[in-house]
């Protein structure tokens, strides 16, 4: 194994054996046991088939978010606002769901296809105000996330209800839930989600490494000036990128409309989804591949970290910050990349 690969290797299992060690340290500093909660952590995920099931129900929109986030990121772009593409999306699937009668082959395809749709056109529009007008994308996608949450409550109460708090179920012709993953996992809410995510992935891989397309939103990404004076159309390609981004999270969305839920309700504030997806994109350094393997850390702590209360005794304050840590030194990896490099600079 020549040194590039065994720093590969080694850089990320020694980052993640120092968030754990520092996860550890936290539990003993407040009186914890970190074995019996490292172990409540690992029978939360993955002790058995049940809470397998869960971890992948979890870990299906995180894969969506990550791409969504990741592909911005690859032109240079920084989508804050997967999260309101995400309520975007699952509003139009659920819509869709509720309101169509279609047999299962036109019904399922039709929700997940606007759903991808309605959060390709909240990308849409930071991504046009950003190529015309040069107005940040940070700042209109932070606000498209309030305008998102909070049409989408009126919509729900107003339009999709008789003024109730959630919409009714969709029909079981636009349901993504699997009986078969049900009964084999006692009852989870695994469903069918996890293979359109993989293929998603696969998809991003394709885009960004084997076309065209892909190389130009890299090199856009890379150096905007370069690439316009490369003959690029820069701003078509800004304007791309943020809809395939939105794309991806409005099918988050619908995994959760389609899959998890069967609904949609009133939300209170932002479910997160979005905002895990920076998290779960920088992890996998914004390659399709790594976005995959982020969402699995990342759900696995999620769906683990609600047993370590009950069975451990780790109140839940402490349990995010020790899931924090966890995943604070993973993405620290260059400190560690860096630290050997160093001792094996010394060493010669």
């Given at each position: 194994?020549?040194?590039?690969?065994?720093f590969?290797?080694l850089?990320?299992l020694?980052s993640?054996l120092?968030g754990l060690?520092?996860?550890?340290?936290?539990?003993?500093g407040?009186?914890?046991?970190?074995?019996?909660?490292?172990a409540?952590?690992?029978n939360?995920?993955?002790?058995?088939i049940?809470?397998f099931g869960?971890?992948v129900r979890?870990?299906?929109?995180?894969?969506?978010?990550?791409?969504?986030?990741?592909?911005?990121?690859?032109?240079?772009l920084?989508n804050?606002g997967?999260?309101?593409?995400?309520?975007?999306g699952?509003l139009?699937?659920v819509w869709?769901?509720t309101?169509?009668?279609?047999?299962?082959?036109i019904?399922?395809?039709?929700?997940?296809?606007?759903?991808a749709l309605?959060?390709a056109?909240?990308?849409?529009?930071?991504g046009l105000l950003?190529?015309?007008?040069?107005?940040?994308?940070?700042?209109v996608?932070i606000?498209l996330?309030?305008t998102?949450?909070y049409?989408?409550n009126?919509?729900?109460?107003?339009?999709?209800?008789d003024?109730?708090?959630?919409?009714?179920?969709?029909?079981g012709?636009a349901s993504l839930?699997?009986e078969?993953?049900q009964?084999?996992t006692?009852?989870?809410?695994?469903h069918y989600?996890i293979?359109?995510a993989?293929?998603t992935?696969?998809?991003?891989?394709?885009?960004?490494?084997?076309?065209?397309?892909?190389?130009?939103l890299?090199?856009?990404?890379?150096?905007e000036?370069?690439?316009k004076?490369?003959g690029m159309?820069?701003?078509?390609?800004?304007?791309l990128?943020?809809?395939?981004a939105?794309?991806?999270?409005?099918l988050a969305?619908?995994?959760?409309g389609?899959g998890?839920?069967g609904?949609m309700?009133?939300?209170?504030?932002?479910?997160?989804?979005?905002?895990d997806?920076i998290?779960?994109?920088?992890?996998?350094?914004?390659?399709a591949i790594?976005?995959v393997?982020?969402?699995?850390?990342?759900?696995?702590l999620?769906?683990?970290?609600?047993n370590?209360?009950?069975?451990?005794g780790?109140?839940?304050e402490l349990?995010?910050?020790?899931i924090?840590?966890?995943i604070?030194f993973?993405a620290?990896?260059y400190?560690?990349?860096w630290?050997?490099?160093?001792?094996?600079?010394?060493g010669?």
């Amino acid at each position: 194994m020549n040194t590039n690969k065994l720093f590969n290797v080694l850089v990320p299992l020694i980052s993640a054996l120092i968030g754990l060690v520092a996860g550890a340290l936290i539990m003993l500093g407040f009186g914890y046991n970190p074995i019996k909660g490292y172990a409540a952590l690992w029978n939360g995920a993955f002790g058995d088939i049940y809470y397998f099931g869960e971890t992948v129900r979890q870990v299906t929109p995180y894969i969506f978010t990550g791409l969504a986030v990741a592909f911005a990121f690859r032109s240079g772009l920084l989508n804050i606002g997967a999260e309101g593409q995400v309520i975007v999306g699952w509003l139009a699937a659920v819509w869709i769901g509720t309101t169509v009668e279609a047999p299962m082959i036109i019904h399922l395809p039709l929700a997940v296809i606007v759903a991808a749709l309605a959060g390709a056109v909240w990308g849409f529009i930071p991504g046009l105000l950003k190529a015309t007008r040069g107005v940040h994308e940070v700042i209109v996608t932070i606000m498209l996330n309030y305008t998102a949450l909070y049409a989408a409550n009126a919509i729900v109460r107003n339009v999709l209800s008789d003024n109730e708090d959630k919409t009714p179920d969709v029909a079981g012709t636009a349901s993504l839930a699997s009986e078969w993953f049900q009964n084999m996992t006692y009852f989870s809410r695994m469903h069918y989600g996890i293979f359109i995510a993989l293929f998603t992935a696969v998809i991003m891989w394709f885009i960004i490494e084997r076309t065209s397309l892909g190389y130009e939103l890299k090199s856009v990404g890379f150096n905007e000036h370069a690439s316009k004076y490369a003959g690029m159309n820069v701003k078509r390609n800004i304007i791309l990128s943020m809809v395939i981004a939105g794309a991806f999270a409005g099918l988050a969305g619908a995994m959760e409309g389609l899959g998890t839920f069967g609904y949609m309700s009133v939300q209170s504030g932002f479910n997160n989804l979005g905002f895990d997806g920076i998290a779960v994109a920088l992890l996998g350094a914004n390659t399709a591949i790594g976005v995959v393997l982020a969402a699995i850390l990342f759900g696995s702590l999620k769906v683990g970290g609600l047993n370590m209360p009950t069975e451990a005794g780790v109140p839940t304050e402490l349990v995010d910050i020790i899931i924090a840590l966890i995943i604070f030194f993973v993405a620290s990896g260059y400190i560690i990349r860096w630290l050997l490099l160093r001792f094996k600079k010394e060493g010669k």
